[in-house]
C-alpha cells in the first residue's frame, strides 16, 4: 500500500508541489540572512530550503522514471539532516524562552515532515558509496562554514549555545551520513 502511493503519479506531482512551494517560502525565510552574507558563502546558508530543493529535484525527476544520484544522496542525507536539527532547534528554544510561536510549531512539523520524507524514498533512489561520498563531504563542509565562519542560521536566544549546537550538528551529519548509506547503498547489495 505505501509503495503504490509513494510511486503513484498523482501523490508525486502533489508532493513536488508542496515541496516546491515549501523550498520557494524556506528561501524567503532566508532572505535577511542572506542580506548580511558575504556572497562567498550565500549557497551555504539556507541550509533546509536547499534540502528541499534536492529532494524536489529528485521528485521531478522521479516523475519521469529519471535518476541523478548525486542530487537523491544529497537529498536523502540532508533532508534527514536539516529535519531533525531544525526539529531540535525549535524544541531548544521553546526550552530556553519557555514558549514557542506558531512559526517554531510549524517548521517543527514541516522539518520532521522533511527528515521523514526523505527516508521514505530511500528504496527508489539509485545511490552508490561515491554519491555518499560526494554528498557527505558536502554536509561537513557546509558544517564548517556555519560553525567555524559563523554563518549558521540566526536563532537569536540560542547564540550562547552555538559550540554545542556546532557540536551536536557535526554528530548529526555523521549519523545522516550513516543513514543514508544503510538504507542505499548497503540495502542495494542484498
Known amino acids: 500500500m505505501i509503495r503504490y502511493i509513494l510511486t503513484d503519479r498523482k501523490f508525486l506531482i502533489l508532493l513536488f508541489i508542496v515541496n516546491l512551494v515549501g523550498t520557494i517560502y524556506g528561501y524567503i525565510w532566508y532572505e535577511s540572512q542572506l542580506e548580511i ?9 539556507p541550509d533546509s530550503p536547499t534540502a528541499s530543493l534536492f529532494f524536489t529535484i529528485f521528485l521531478l525527476l522521479f516523475i519521469f522514471k529519471k535518476h541523478f544520484p548525486y542530487i537523491e544522496a544529497l537529498a536523502i542525507i540532508t533532508l534527514f539532516k536539516y529535519g531533525v536539527w531544525a526539529v531540535a532547534m525549535n524544541g531548544l528554544t521553546w526550552l530556553v524562552q519557555g514558549d514557542l510561536g506558531w512559526q ?7 522539518h520532521g515532515a522533511m527528515a521523514i520524507q526523505g527516508l521514505l524514498y530511500a528504496p527508489y ?3 552508490k558509496l561515491r554519491h555518499i561520498v560526494v554528498a557527505g563531504i558536502w554536509t561537513l563542509h557546509n558544517d564548517i ?4 565562519f559563523e554563518m549558521m542560521p540566526i536563532y537569536s536566544s540560542l547564540t550562547s549555545y552555538m559550540n554545542e549546537i556546532g557540536y551536536f550538528t557535526f554528530w548529526l551529519s555523521i549519523i545522516s ?8 547503498v548497503t540495502n542495494n547489495k542484498r
Do not use: N, W
Open 37 to 45: 552574507t558575504p556572497p562567498i558563502f550565500m549557497i551555504f546558508v
Open 104 to 110: 517554531g510549531y510549524m517548521l517543527i512539523a514541516s
Open 125 to 127: 533512489y539509485k545511490i
Open 145 to 148: 562554514i556555519d560553525y567555524v
Open 177 to 184: 551520513i550513516i543513514i543514508a548509506y544503510r538504507l542505499t
